[in-house]
């Protein structure tokens, strides 16, 4: 319950200044049963967010790909040859604006 809570507050704080559209959990978290760890937590981090007041609601789930997923980030990091992988931008299609390629450069 007191890990619950203390993740709940730091999540909401980044929930806050990020507005991420969803976090999912993966490793050895993504196995906890969801009645003990992501329910709790998804009605306490709503209770925390700003989004309670009207705003977009931010997702919270379990990663798909669960304990495997730093296995394949691994994987997929000694593949790149741009660089190491950093995980949530290429995985999801996401790229910061700085990254962004412009027309014309």
Request: glycine letters at 16%; a positive charge; proline letters at 7%.
């Amino acid at each position: 319950r007191a890990y619950v809570e203390e993740l709940a507050e730091g999540m909401a704080s980044l929930i806050n200044i990020l507005r991420p559209e969803a976090v999912a959990f993966g490793g050895g978290v993504a196995g906890a049963p969801e009645h003990l760890l992501l329910e709790p937590l998804r009605r306490r981090v709503g209770a925390l967010c700003f989004s309670r007041h009207g705003g977009r609601a931010t997702r919270i789930l379990r990663a798909e790909l669960g304990n495997d997923a730093g296995v394949i980030g691994a994987w997929r990091s000694g593949q790149s040859s741009s660089g190491p992988y950093t995980p949530g931008w290429g995985a999801v299609g996401f790229r910061p604006a700085w990254r962004r390629r412009r027309p014309g450069r």
